[in-house]
């Protein structure tokens, strides 16, 4: 039986799932993620731009390569260092600070975009993030994301995850964002218009066997989830994102190639 927690526990969990693994080893996966979000809002040159849940910087990066006027935030300091150095290597100035996508310490219409890749998904209260985003977002701003869908591969790992160490009762699973009625939940009453597109990344392993022993050192949900279970149950988890990696197998040669499903929202504010 789990046990009821207060968002704030959640949220700490959260924090310690991120800090956990070395996120920078995984992170690449989402470049495509970040230049599809950047190119799907229409980023305009010398514009504010608000990167929420930055991890190692990959959107805001991506936006500043468009010659916008970029701050990236972050809960995990760690990673916050890795983004600094990335941006420090490609010369581009981005301003990186650590604060908590439920609370931003920005006053009201503060940004033309405030944008997140697979990142603002993963707070523990959706609708105070959602409220969030909207708020630092000026009137006929952008607010937009690209989230993983629950019926992709991240999502079905998610669900995998979960039915393996369940999550505490009364939390809506991160996927809530890769569909059109959950944004439209968290979103819709502040926003003029919404528009949506669903699109995949190809990625690349050298077999089912590395992308799930990778994803178990690497990324912290797998990583903390079987670090809760016995080492049968961490066999027997494995073995599950190994059939999962093998069901979506595009190859024929051993190794892994797999479509993995986001859905971008583009959200004007009203």
Known sequence: ?????????????????????????????????????????????????LDVATGTGQVALAAARRFCAVTGIDYVATLLEEARARAGAEHLQVEFQEADAEQLPYPNASFDYVLSAVGVMFTADHQQAANELLRVCRRGGVVGLANWTPTGFIGQMLKLVARHVPPPPGIHPPTRWGTEGGIRQLLGTGTAELAFTTASVRQRFPSPEFFADFFLTYYGPTLKASQALTNEGRLAFRDDLITLATASNRATDGTLVSDWEFLVTIATKA
Do not use: F, H, N
Request: include cysteine; glycine fraction near 6%; aromatic fraction near 6%.
């Open 1 to 49: 039986m789990t046990t009821a927690l207060s968002l704030e526990e959640v949220k700490t969990r959260q924090q310690k799932t991120w800090s956990s693994g070395d996120y920078g080893r995984i992170a690449w996966i989402t470049v495509p993620l970040a230049d599809a979000l950047c190119e799907a809002a229409e980023l305009r040159p010398g514009s504010s731009v």
